[in-house]
């Protein structure tokens, strides 16, 4: 267990809809970062956030966007959903912001879209 | 469990045997190299990583190479266990920068 936690496990819904997505980081780390899998594009770094702030963006469409709470747990929102989105969405979380801190990933949110 | 499905390349290995997973690198500006290991339905896992003015760095059973002229990274697995089995992925940060790059990953499967 990594210590970071996302909800829900799985997540099925139709295209054109918006679903959010949840992650509690572990106690004491700063960092957040979102990751999708997929099968054409494999691991894919999404964004990341540290203390509240974004502090990277990789290749997050438009219609995905994300926010760090004052309690540092962070939420991902997909919307006008397309088929292509379906795959699945890690959490991970770092102490800090620079790339030697290591990454906790959480178990993951399987989202499919019909 | 849970697993993308995705088609990766497979390397089957006995166990006990040693097993040596590759990954070629996109960025020669890199400077810093993570293996992780992912087991179905779960999140990868660090196993371990190497900066860029090293090319070599050694873990418990695991040993990572960096040669960066071919930009060429490889984890060595030592006395390969049925627990080992799993996907591998490598990932490169840029600049000390938190965001992975990560490779397409090699599933190993380690028969008993």
């Known amino acids: 267990d990594s210590g970071v936690t996302q909800t829900p496990k799985h997540l099925i819904t139709a295209t054109g809809q918006r679903v959010t997505l949840r992650c509690s980081p572990r106690?004491?780390?700063?960092?957040v970062y979102w990751y999708q899998q997929s099968l054409d594009q494999g691991l894919q770094f999404l964004i990341q956030y540290y203390n509240g702030e974004e502090r990277a963006k990789g290749n997050i469409l438009e219609r995905f966007s994300a926010q760090q709470f004052p309690d540092l747990h962070s939420e991902l929102n997909l919307s006008s959903l397309e088929l292509g989105d379906s795959a699945l969405y890690f959490c991970?979380?770092?102490?800090?912001?620079?790339?030697?801190?290591?990454?906790?990933f959480g178990p993951g949110t399987r989202l499919t879209v019909l | 469990g849970e697993s993308v499905g995705l088609h990766l390349p497979t390397l089957s290995v006995q166990e006990g045997d040693n097993s040596i997973i590759n990954c070629a690198y996109s960025?020669?500006?890199?400077?810093?190299f993570i293996w992780y290991k992912q087991e179905s339905g779960k999140g990868p896992q660090f196993i371990i990583d190497?900066?860029?003015?090293?090319d070599k760095r050694q873990g418990q059973r695991v040993t990572v190479l960096l040669n960066k002229t071919v930009k060429h990274l490889s984890l060595q697995i030592a006395a390969t266990q049925p627990g080992d089995s799993a996907v591998y992925f490598c990932a490169e940060t840029l600049n000390q920068g938190g965001k992975l790059i990560f490779g397409q990953g090699t599933e190993l499967s380690v028969k008993p």
């Open positions: 991970a979380s770092s102490v800090g912001i620079i790339s030697y801190n290591e990454q906790f």
């Open positions: 190497i900066r860029s003015n090293m």
């Open positions: 106690s004491g780390d700063l960092s």
């Open positions: 960025n020669s500006a890199s400077d810093y």
